[in-house]
């Protein structure tokens, strides 16, 4: 992004800028003892984070938050959490099964799609409700539909592995217009044969962002 200087911070200046956010005006002993240090051990740190314009201070009065660098420290939060901490447990369905089996394994679980499986446990392709409504519209009999039928195949399917960025899964989620992504792990390069480790949707992201309002994004980094 132009103009964005991404300062980065350690983890200390962080717990200092949250500190600061929720408390503010705070003093610098006031600060020391939220993290049991003296205030000499701050020094650094609190100079840092007033010249990068995240904090400010008055005499008498102490520091406070200014969130002026917000974007470039949320940049920076979302560049360093992968896939493998934010993914969430994947639904997954046989390819023998009919699409209204599919319906109902989406309607137990409360998810919004569902991925396909062979008889080895690797993926083949997934359904999501707007398949199954096409199908619907049609007045076909789910039950006489095999599941394979109704599905987006393997060979279209847009994927992502667990040590990508989240940037990189919501670039594809918004350029291919999707609202989920299987989570795979390469079994066969030659084959492009995957095992599905978890799902990131929608869902997934909204919960990120509330979380990183909230300051709890230091969770996805454990």
């Given at each position: 992004m132009k103009g964005v200087r991404i300062i980065s911070l350690s983890n200390r200046q962080k717990r200092i800028a949250e500190i600061v956010r929720l408390e503010g005006p705070i003093t610098g002993e006031h600060i020391a003892e939220h993290l049991h240090v003296t205030r000499a051990a701050l020094r650094s740190d609190l100079a840092i984070l007033v010249m990068g314009g995240i904090l400010d201070a008055r005499p008498k009065v102490g520091y406070f938050y200014t969130g002026k660098n917000t974007i470039g420290m949320l940049m920076e939060e979302i560049s360093s959490i992968s896939i493998q901490n934010l993914q969430s447990v994947p639904v997954a369905l046989g390819q023998d099964k009919s699409a209204y089996e599919a319906v109902i394994t989406m309607f137990l679980e409360d998810v919004g799609t569902v991925f396909i499986i062979d008889d080895t446990g690797l993926l083949v392709g997934v359904v999501s409700r707007k398949d199954l409504l096409k199908v619907s519209i049609n007045n076909a009999d789910l039950h006489n539909i095999p599941v394979v039928m109704v599905m987006t195949p393997l060979s279209k399917l847009i994927v992502i592995s667990p040590e990508e960025s989240v940037a990189t899964a919501?670039?594809?989620?918004?350029?291919?217009?999707?609202?989920?992504?299987?989570?795979?792990?390469?079994?066969?390069?030659?084959?492009?044969?995957?095992?599905?480790?978890?799902?990131?949707?929608?869902t997934n992201f909204t919960r990120l962002l509330v979380d990183l309002a909230e300051g709890k994004g230091g969770n996805y980094n454990k």
């Amino acid at each position: 992004m132009k103009g964005v200087r991404i300062i980065s911070l350690s983890n200390r200046q962080k717990r200092i800028a949250e500190i600061v956010r929720l408390e503010g005006p705070i003093t610098g002993e006031h600060i020391a003892e939220h993290l049991h240090v003296t205030r000499a051990a701050l020094r650094s740190d609190l100079a840092i984070l007033v010249m990068g314009g995240i904090l400010d201070a008055r005499p008498k009065v102490g520091y406070f938050y200014t969130g002026k660098n917000t974007i470039g420290m949320l940049m920076e939060e979302i560049s360093s959490i992968s896939i493998q901490n934010l993914q969430s447990v994947p639904v997954a369905l046989g390819q023998d099964k009919s699409a209204y089996e599919a319906v109902i394994t989406m309607f137990l679980e409360d998810v919004g799609t569902v991925f396909i499986i062979d008889d080895t446990g690797l993926l083949v392709g997934v359904v999501s409700r707007k398949d199954l409504l096409k199908v619907s519209i049609n007045n076909a009999d789910l039950h006489n539909i095999p599941v394979v039928m109704v599905m987006t195949p393997l060979s279209k399917l847009i994927v992502i592995s667990p040590e990508e960025s989240v940037a990189t899964a919501a670039r594809k989620i918004i350029d291919n217009e999707i609202d989920c992504l299987p989570v795979v792990r390469m079994v066969n390069s030659g084959k492009r044969s995957y095992e599905v480790v978890g799902r990131i949707t929608k869902t997934n992201f909204t919960r990120l962002l509330v979380d990183l309002a909230e300051g709890k994004g230091g969770n996805y980094n454990k």
